[in-house]
């Protein structure tokens, strides 16, 4: 036995010794129980082993005596009783069963009032000590417990009161334990449904405690419990702490049991509910008297208030929607009509909220972000930011002032009731000083943590005192604790420590967001969610933040609140959330500046305010103030009342600048759009303490003359080096800014430099700040220059062509400054794309009209070359652009200035430039040419447009390698090297040969034709194509066109200042010498590189526009320029290329050369024919009306013979396509020729020429062409030139009589005086032609025109003719006439024809010659009568009905002359002649016979039809007429064929149109068609019944089955409306009765 059990059985030995002694006298029963307990253990003493088993078997018999002692009623036995009982119970010698009697006797003692608080110490022992009170046992010392608690001695109630705090933590302690050993308990689960809603499965303990926790619920909701049976009442100040201290300290308990989660959500939710409901209907405005609302109880509603902060913060994920409705309960105790004791809780409890900053976002993630959900996390910011505003705004109404009690005190009645305190020693204690109204503050914020001080308050019944300024200090502190919470959510680094994070939260240095997510998918949700949040809360934040910061006076308060606005705005710059970071910003951009301090809303929808103050300087006073004078210009319509007012600067100023910078340098990456806001804050500081920038963007200390003053304390003088050194480390610190922020930053400060732009447009004086900043930023960032050149460059060309001359110059010169920064500092030589980035901005300001920036951008240009011309590579473009970007508008110095950059660029650099540079060399150079200032210098441009090209030819190799290198490009542009170089040079030099000055013209052009005579020969056939198209031929429409413009105005010798030749004297002749020269020179070119443009796919149209060119300088009035044309057409027939083109085409059977060379020498013909008539055909109008010399509208000799010694050599090229038109052309050409006039002056020139035969040059050039025509040889001839004329008379038979007709007219002039080819209007012009005028004497002339005819007549007398082709062509003849000859002809031909061949075919050896002209005959009728050409639209009625005649006189020839011979005839030609027939007499189908007609209103040809068919009639009738033999086919079958085929097709026909018709009668002419139908068929039948009756052997099987296959198409007919029909049809059937039988041959 151990001494401890020896030494417990000793003192119970004591024990039950002294309980006899106590009780021998009057409770003897005790006595002797008390002696038999005593001898009991004294047995056990003497035994050895374990005597606990059996102290604790006979726990019942020891403890008896105790319970005895405790009914005796005696004081001293029940105190020594119950000590007993006390240490039994300690030492755990209890049982259950002597628990239930030690419990019945505790309760027997409460209800006999006896011995309280030993009752509690026992009850509670027995509890703690022991496990074997449960269930009901259990219930009943609660019970117990509850009932002392219930009583009026406040001693035992509270002793009461702690005991039943320890005995509900003692339930729910061993439902801790039993859960943490439910794996080694053995009893088996005790099934109970204490409730209708819920079934459950606990273990002892958890059920005692849930069966307690719930009758706890319905006792505070007064219902009567169902476990603890006896317990009728409790109170709900107690029962709400025990629930509160319950749900505090055993959290896992209810979210591990879904039997507590349950009784959480059905009872304990509900039952706060309940309880809130005073304090929610209560307001503290005067209620109507007829409603009795109750008082809410300052008790209850802080227990309420404690719970619901326990259920929010241990319980929300089980209550997300009961949590919803606690919050929302909570957001309207803030209302301005409930208690201020009301509002102070909910803040406390609200503030427990804010520091949480998981809780706080699961209110937004559940509440928020949900569709249909409160916003419960907007609106505790709201509501707590309402609860300021409205704090501030309580002197609004009295009403509210008295809500306060006094909270809010003024400023003035404070001084008044204490006047020995000042002001200073009341704000030294820090709050807040709004509109004269004092707010303390009570505390100091400590963020992080939250220590409410009312909600505490757990033994107050009323509703205390609220400390002045106490619950504003509160809402305050939760504002910051949110935005600390926000940050610390979203900006938690797992990579650093949370202390580290949170101390770099307090400091505002937040740098990026970094979340620890499982997925992309959950870093995204989270930054949906956090965006949410700030959404949610910055409206309010900002509201409450900036009434704070506006009312705040103490230092340390308006730091804490700047904190918060930096890590509010970080956060959401983070986030890219722009409206509540620009929010922030403009708060505190507004706190930073004086209050009074003008300001003007700017671009942006007003996110910028700049300054009207300008140029300030700092004075110091003896006063230790710095008075700050500046000038204040006021704009338009700013209400000021003195034009000089005074400005103060504050610390606060000074700490919100400070704050402004610290955001501005320490998250300048994500302040985007918000660097407006800043910029401009920082521009009108700098205003107000006058600094003002150098060209380096530096800023300075300048002074003003006029004071505006500006008044700061000496402390706030200390803080302006202070600030002046963050805004200039500000700016160089852009260089740690990503790319991004640093073009918002560079777009920023452009945007506030066009809104000074627009304010000093207004008459402010110009305000350089942005200007300086940008300039200073963009050269810290010059390595960076690619990222921001664009935007900075950009802006700065527009404010350099700006009409303000400061901003202007500042612009200019800082962009000129940058440019050769970067070029100097970075290594842009190896750098082309950069390089010619810098040069394409200088090129920009070209676009400036101002002369001061180019001459800026001059100066710098010629500086950079001279500097860094070496190292320039692909930027030569750029530059020559830069030179070439004059006018005639800018001045000669500027002009000249450019052209020293020119000669710089030329004379050093051009070996070193791309071929790709040359081109635009090339077109500046000529630019300086064009100009009109210097003559001079336009003459030494195309002396440097020569040596350019010489360059080009002596490099054309190591162009050519350099264009292999980048043939991509090249390709790519679809440009040669050659097409760029030269095709431009030439293009330039064609344009100056279009100049206005003479000279210059003259210049340019030998230039450009020596330069294709000495160059062209490098270049290739695309190059010679783009040089035709684009320099040659414009420049002939150039110069065509430019003379029309010029007039004929005479030019002044003194005006010249040199002696003008008489021929050079007028500007149209100066014109005239650059027609020549320039046609010439492309005929030249022509004719030099033949060979070239003959290749070209395009030679036909060049070839023509040439031509036309010639013609128009032939037809002009200027002599010089119409004999040079004439030359010039002279030498396009000896190209070379043409020429052996004319070979090749008679020598091989090329179809294409050959069209080419037709297409070639047709255009030729047509040119001369042109030239011909034009010049022959004089005007009557233009002599009669002449006053000055007529020599100028006559063609000359020399012109005349000129243009017609062309003809031969035309003619051998063309004269193979020689048709009647053309002879005819030139004939009438040769007669105007003959006859033009001559004036008396020109005369005996003319005259003294004449050669032996008496005739003129003229006259005789004239003869050679006619012979020519005649193929008669001259004496000027040479031998191939008369083969060639020779070959083209071939074929030529048809043109012999107009060829004799035109001869004829020659043959005239002998007999007949010839007349001037003049065309007169009237007769008055006839009367006023000079009558100097004569023609030469054409006798001679005729005479040897006679010579010829009768040689021609000898030469063509035994040729033949054809007339088939105008037979066949009919309407298709160019002259209507043609054909209608030629039929005439053919008539005549065959009458006597016809006659001879038939007389020869009769004879008994037929001769094989006339074979072919059968068929030659039949082709010519069918081409004739069925001509493929429509008649024209203009043809008449009568016209048509005469041509109708004559295809009648066709067919009476074949039916009385051809027809007739029948028997002699070939089988073709009469076969094709019945199919000819049959198609003339079909007019109802669309045959071809009358397609031509059917879109025409010209009538069918019916007379044709009948005749056609009567004729085909005839001969299918015929019998013994023309004595036919056996060994030929038989005419009347083939006839008959046709005929019986005609007859079926036309009654198939009526048929179908007769019942198509209705009632309308078919046309007259269809009728008549069937009813000659009808009667061929009766006549038909009539015949072959004969035949049957005769035995005649003509009559074939075939034919009778044909006539027989009518029958069916008779029946149809029967149904027909004509009379007429049905007469002849009825006549028709009855001969079917002797053809049905078929007869036997």
């Known amino acids: 036995m151990s001494d401890k059990v020896q030494k417990f059985q000793d003192i119970l030995l004591a024990d039950l010794r002294s309980l006899a002694n106590e009780t021998k006298r009057k409770h003897t029963a005790v006595k002797e129980a008390a002696d038999s307990v005593g001898e009991l253990i004294k047995n056990f003493s003497n035994k050895r082993g374990n005597n606990d088993e059996a102290v604790l078997f006979h726990s019942n018999d020891i403890i008896q005596p105790f319970l005895l002692g405790c009914n005796t009623k005696n004081i001293k036995i029940i105190q020594a009783c119950l000590s007993s009982i006390h240490r039994l119970i300690t030492h755990k010698v209890v049982t259950q069963a002597s628990a239930t009697k030690v419990v019945n006797v505790l309760w027997l003692l409460m209800e006999d009032g006896l011995e309280e608080l030993k009752i509690l110490q026992t009850l509670l022992a027995l509890l703690t000590t022991t496990t074997v009170v449960h269930n009901d046992l259990l219930a009943k010392c609660i019970v117990l417990s509850f009932k002392l608690y219930s009583l009026k001695d406040q001693i035992i109630s509270n002793t009461a009161a702690a005991t039943i705090r320890q005995i509900v933590c003692i339930l729910f302690d061993r439902v801790q334990a039993e859960d943490a050993q439910a794996d080694q308990l053995s009893n088996e689960p005790i099934l109970r449904s204490p409730t209708d809603k819920c079934q459950f499965s606990l273990q002892s303990c958890a059920l005692d405690a849930y069966m307690f926790f719930q009758d706890l619920c319905s006792l505070i909701n007064g219902e009567p419990p169902i476990w603890a049976i006896g317990l009728s009442e409790m109170t709900k100040a107690f029962g709400l702490e025990l629930l509160e201290s319950t749900l505090m300290q055993n959290p896992q308990i209810f979210i591990t049991h879904p039997e507590f989660s349950f009784l959480l959500k059905e009872r304990i939710c509900s039952l706060v509910i309940k309880l809130f409901s005073p304090s929610i209907k209560y307001r503290q405005a005067s209620q109507p008297s007829s409603l009795a609302i109750e008082r809410p109880s300052f008790a209850i509603c802080v227990r309420l208030l404690r719970m619901v902060s326990v259920l929010i913060k241990e319980f929300y994920m089980l209550l997300v929607t009961e949590c919803e409705i606690f919050l929302s309960i909570l957001i309207k105790f803030l209302d301005i009509d409930k208690p201020l004791w009301q509002r102070t809780l909910a803040i406390e409890v609200l503030h427990t909220f804010c520091i949480q900053e998981q809780l706080l976002r699961s209110f937004c993630e559940f509440y928020d972000m949900q569709e249909h959900s409160t916003k419960i996390f907007k609106d505790i910011v709201n509501a707590l930011g309402g609860f300021i505003q409205n704090a501030f705004n309580a002197s609004s109404s009295s009403s509210n002032l008295s809500n306060l009690n006094t909270a809010v005190v003024s400023v003035s009645q404070a001084v008044t009731s204490n006047p020995s305190s000042s002001i200073t020693s009341s704000l030294q204690q820090g709050g807040f000083l709004y509109r004269g109204l004092w707010i303390p503050l009570s505390v100091r914020p400590l963020l992080g943590t939250a220590k409410p001080v009312y909600l505490d308050m757990l033994d107050k019944t009323e509703a205390p005192i609220i400390i002045d300024g106490y619950t504003l200090t509160i809402a305050f502190s939760s504002l910051l604790d949110i935005i600390k919470s926000l940050t610390l959510l979203m900006c938690h680094d797992v990579r650093g420590s949370p202390s580290d994070v949170e101390a770099s939260a307090d400091a505002g240095t937040l740098t990026g967001i970094y979340r620890l997510a499982d997925s992309q998918e959950d870093a995204e949700a989270d930054q949906t969610l956090w965006k949410k949040m700030i959404s949610s809360s910055w409206c309010g934040l900002l509201a409450a933040m900036s009434l704070l910061l506006d009312a705040s006076i103490d230092e340390g308060t308006t730091e804490a609140i700047l904190k918060g606005f930096q890590q509010y705005t970080s956060i959401s710059g983070l986030l890219q959330l722009e409206m509540p970071r620009d929010a922030f910003i403009t708060a505190l951009c507004k706190a930073s500046l004086p209050p009074h301090y003008a300001l003007t809303k700017s671009f942006d929808n007003g996110k910028t305010w700049v300054a009207d103050a300008s140029l300030m300087h700092v004075d110091c006073d003896s006063n230790s103030l710095t008075r700050i004078s500046s000038r204040l210009s006021q704009p338009s319509g700013l209400n000021s009342p003195t034009a000089i007012a005074s400005v103060t600067l504050t610390v606060k100023n000074m700490q919100c600048m400070r704050a402004l910078l610290s955001i501005a340098h320490c998250h300048g990456n994500i302040l985007s759009k918000a660097w407006q806001l800043v910029l401009s804050t920082l521009q009108n500081l700098t205003l107000i303490l006058g600094l003002t920038p150098t060209k380096s963007g530096s800023l300075i200390h300048s002074r003003g003359t006029d004071n505006v003053a500006v008044l700061v304390s000496a402390s706030v003088a200390g803080e302006v080096p202070i600030v002046a050194t963050m805004l200039s480390r500000l700016f160089e610190s852009s260089q740690y800014l990503s790319n991004d922020a640093l073009l918002e930053l560079i777009e920023a400060l452009t945007n506030l430099s066009l809104y000074n732009v627009d304010a000093a447009k207004n008459n402010h004086e110009p305000c350089l700040f942005a200007l300086a900043k940008l300039l200073e930023t963009t050269l810290v960032n010059i390595k960076r220059l690619h990222v921001y050149w664009d935007n900075c460059s950009d802006h700065l060309l527009r404010i350099s062509n700006h009409s303000i001359n400061q901003m202007r110059t500042y612009a200019c010169e800082s962009l000129t400054i940058l440019i050769r920064t970067a070029l100097d500092k970075l290594e842009i030589a190896n750098d082309i794309v950069m390089q010619e980035i810098l040069f394409t901005t200088l090129e920009k300001m070209s676009s400036i009209t101002f002369p001061d920036v180019r001459q800026v951008q001059l100066s710098s240009l010629l500086q950079l070359l001279n500097t860094f011309g070496n190292s320039i590579k692909n930027s030569w473009l750029t530059i020559l652009r830069i030179i070439g970007a004059i006018s005639d508008e800018q001045s000669e110095i500027l002009i000249r200035t450019a052209f020293q950059c020119l000669q710089l660029v030329v004379t050093d650099f051009l070996p070193t430039m791309s071929f790709k540079c040359l081109p635009d060399c090339i077109v500046v150079t000529s630019k300086f040419g064009t100009q009109q200032q210097d003559l001079n210098l336009s003459l030494t441009s195309v002396g440097l447009l020569w040596n350019i090209a010489d360059y080009m030819s002596s490099n054309y190799d190591v162009i050519k390698l350099e264009l292999n290198e980048c043939i991509s490009e090249i390709i790519k542009s679809n440009h040669g090297v050659d097409d760029v170089l030269w095709v431009k040079l030439f293009a330039c030099l064609a344009e100056l040969c279009v100049d206005a000055r003479p000279a210059v013209r003259k210049s340019a052009g030998q230039t450009l034709f020596s330069m294709m005579s000495a160059h062209g020969s490098l270049l290739d056939i695309t190059v010679w194509h783009n040089v035709l198209w684009q320099v040659l031929f414009p420049l002939l429409d150039n110069v065509k066109n430019f003379p029309r413009s010029a007039g004929n105005v005479k030019i002044d010798s003194s005006e010249a200042g040199i002696l003008i030749h008489h021929s050079r004297d007028t500007i149209e002749k100066q014109w005239a010498e650059t027609q020549v020269l320039t046609l010439a020179g492309v005929t030249r070119a022509f004719n030099e590189h033949s060979q070239i443009f003959s290749k070209m796919n395009e030679f036909q149209r060049a070839w023509v526009l040439l031509l036309e060119h010639i013609e128009c300088s032939a037809m002009s009035n200027n002599s010089e320029v119409s004999l040079a044309s004439l030359k010039c057409f002279q030498d396009i027939f000896s190209l070379e290329s043409v020429s052996e083109e004319s070979k090749q085409s008679k020598d091989t059977k090329n179809t294409k050369r050959d069209s080419r060379y037709v297409s070639v020498w047709s255009n030729v013909w047509r040119v001369w024919c042109n030239i011909g008539r034009g010049s022959m055909k004089l005007s009557g109008e233009l002599l009669s009306n002449c006053k000055g010399k007529i020599d100028d509208l006559l063609p000359s000799q020399t012109f005349l013979i000129t243009f017609l010694k062309v003809f031969p050599l035309l003619y051998v090229h063309f004269g193979t396509r020689f048709v009647t ?28 020429s004449a050669n032996r035969d008496a005739i003129t040059p003229l006259q005789e050039i004239i003869i050679n062409c006619i012979r020519c025509l005649c193929n008669l040889s001259y004496d000027d001839i040479d031998s191939p030139t008369l083969n060639a004329i020779n070959s083209c008379q071939k074929g030529r038979s048809l043109m012999y009589p107009t060829l004799f007709k035109e001869l004829l007219k020659f043959n005239e002039l002998a007999s007949i005086p010839p007349k001037p080819p003049m065309t007169f209007e009237s007769d008055t012009q006839v009367k006023n032609i000079p009558t100097a005028l004569s023609v030469v004497n054409c006798v001679s002339f005729s005479e040897l025109c006679i010579g010829i005819t009768v040689c021609m007549f000898k030469v063509t007398a035994y040729d033949s003719t054809s007339l088939g082709i105008p ?71 009568s016209e048509y009905i005469t041509h109708e005649e004559m295809d009648l006189r066709v067919i009476a020839l074949l039916k009385d002359k051809i027809l007739s011979h029948a028997h002699i005839l070939p089988y073709e030609f009469l076969n094709r002649t019945m199919n000819l027939l049959k198609r003339g007499s079909i007019h109802s189908t669309a045959s071809a016979v009358f397609q031509d007609l059917s879109d025409s209103n010209l009538p069918l040809r019916e007379k044709f039809a009948q005749a056609c068919f009567e004729t085909l009639l005839t001969f299918s009738l015929s019998k013994d007429k023309y004595g036919y033999t056996k060994n030929r086919q038989d005419l009347s079958s083939l006839a008959i064929t046709s005929m019986l085929d005609r007859c079926l097709e036309v009654l198939r026909k009526y048929a179908i149109d007769e019942r198509l018709s209705g009632s309308c009668p078919l046309p007259k002419l269809r009728m008549a068609e069937v009813l000659l139908v009808m009667k061929a068929i009766s006549t038909l039948m009539t015949t072959l019944i004969n035949s049957k009756k005769n035995s005649r052997d003509l009559v074939y099987e075939s034919i009778w089955m044909r006539v027989v296959a009518l029958y069916p198409m008779l029946i149809d007919c029967i149904t027909c409306k004509s009379e007429n029909v049905r007469t002849n049809l009825k006549e028709v059937l009855r001969k079917f009765k002797d053809i049905l039988i078929i007869p036997h041959t």
Not at 1222 to 1228: H, R
Not at 1232 to 1245: G, K, M, Q
Not at 1400 to 1429: C, G, Q, V, Y
């Open 1221 to 1248: 038109n053309d002879i005819q052309q030139t004939m009438n050409i040769l007669y105007d020729a003959v006859r033009i006039p001559v004036t008396p002056d020109n005369l005996p020139f003319v005259l003294s």
């Open 1367 to 1437: 037979l066949g062509l009919k309407y298709g003849c160019s002259s209507q006439s043609t054909w209608k000859l030629a039929f005439q002809s053919l008539e005549e031909i065959l009458d006597i024809g016809l006659t001879v061949t038939l007389r020869e075919l009769e004879k008994d050896e037929p001769i094989e010659i006339f074979k072919d002209m059968w068929l030659e005959l039949i082709n010519t009728f069918e081409s004739f009568l069925f001509s493929a050409h429509p008649p024209p639209p203009s043809l008449s009625v």
